[in-house]
């Protein structure tokens, strides 16, 4: 049984300053992320959001405020994976298996994340001729490759037909049954299923 309560990170008084800017992207911004949770971060464009995910992806090092991490177990998809063109769907859920240090059953695993994301029938194709939304749902197969308690995803809905968004909805609820939760920002929100939202330009929750 998922402990819902039990948290997997917590920001307080997260403050993030570009460089060449004076005014803080992120000012003194706090939250908790419990275990089983469907968070959306909503805002105009330039309040933060991709920054935001960014910075719990490690990935902007400098900040004030604290981060504490209660799981290293993470996966991240950016709004617009740099994917391999050469590479094959199969190439690029092997390595990062590998990558992640996960050797047992290898095969039937990645055969069950091409199946769960509609990719059976391309997975000895090239990323060069995949569809914007098959490229998306790559991404975000290598992002559960782990089994990762908390997945961050940014804009994933952006430039998707009706289909791929239907999958990714289907997966986000698969994954958060199992007690996975989620941090997802959104100009578009394609899904009810967020716990509450939070918008970046009043630093409130609108809805729980």
């Known amino acids: ?9 917590e920001l307080i008084e997260l403050s993030i300053t570009y460089p ?11 939250l ?3 275990r089983a949770n469907i968070i959306g971060i909503i805002g105009d464009n330039g309040s933060g959001k991709t920054t935001l995910l960014k910075t719990i992806a490690r990935l902007i090092p400098i900040y004030n405020g604290k981060i504490i991490y209660h799981t290293n177990k993470i996966g991240y998809v950016p709004e617009n994976c740099m994917l391999c063109p050469y590479a094959t769907a199969y190439d690029i859920l092997y390595y990062n298996l590998k990558l992640a240090q996960i050797e047992h059953n290898i095969e039937n695993r990645i055969d ?6 509609n990719l059976t029938n391309y997975k000895h ?9 098959m490229r998306q749902r790559v991404a975000f ?9 908390l997945i961050l995803l940014d804009e994933p809905y952006s430039g998707l037909d009706k289909t791929s968004k239907e999958i990714i909805n289907n997966l986000i609820i698969e994954q958060n049954n199992r007690g996975c939760s989620f941090l997802i920002s959104a100009h578009e929100i394609a899904t009810n299923n967020f716990h509450y939202l939070i918008d970046l330009n009043k630093n409130d929750k609108l809805k729980q």
Do not use: R, W, Y
């Not at 049984?1 to 990170?9: A, D, E, R, T």
């Not at 069950?112 to 994301?117: C, H, M, N, P, S």
């Not at 197969?141 to 308690?149: L, M, S, T, W």
């Open 20 to 30: 060449h800017t004076k005014q803080p992207i992120i000012n003194s911004f706090s």
């Open 141 to 149: 197969a290598q992002a559960i490759a782990h089994d990762p308690e």
């Open 112 to 117: 069950a994340l091409l199946e769960q994301f």
């Open 1 to 9: 049984m998922v402990n819902c309560k039990s948290p997997l990170l």
């Open 125 to 133: 194709q090239k990323i060069a001729t995949f569809s914007k939304g």
């Open 32 to 34: 908790k992320i419990n």
